[in-house]
């Protein structure tokens, strides 16, 4: 019988994913003593959240730029219909992609992708051209990225009252 995952979210579960979006290496007894569980507990807790897909993994952030990878940009694609499924095989078997969207409105694809050097960024807008009509916007900076879920509180800073007020 599968769990319900919306059990697993109560308050140990909210407080489970705030440490781990924190430290993803915490031992487990760490981790069940910050949300007050036992280290059995909190085990068989990990477990239910992976095996529901709460928890889909664990990773390792690398600076992209220590591997050369200077440049970041977004690309917005449009592709006509023959092309569509093309472009979805295609964006699977370049490693430049780090990350593909599939949108609603005027655009049918948003691809986050990094490189080495412009000259790399070219190419690969230029590869992506019999596909559709890519529009390119290069990153300057990331003033936020990669920002944790808020698992403990409300999911939203600005209230409709505030946006009022501004």
Known sequence: MAMDSSILLDSYGRKMLHELQLNARISLAELGRRIELSPTATAERLK?????GILRGYTVEIDRE???LEVMA??????????YYRMLEYVQTLEEVR??????GGDDFLLKVTTTSMADMEALIEALLPYGNPVTSLV?????????????????TVTRKQMRRH
């Open 48 to 52: 239910q959240m992976e095996e529901t």
């Open 99 to 104: 990350e593909c969207h599939h949108l609603t």
């Open 74 to 83: 977004f690309i917005r694609m449009s592709c006509n219909g023959q092309n």
């Open 66 to 68: 220590a591997l050369g």
């Open 140 to 156: 300057l900076s990331s003033p936020v990225e990669h920002r944790k879920y808020a698992v403990m509180g409300k999911l939203t």
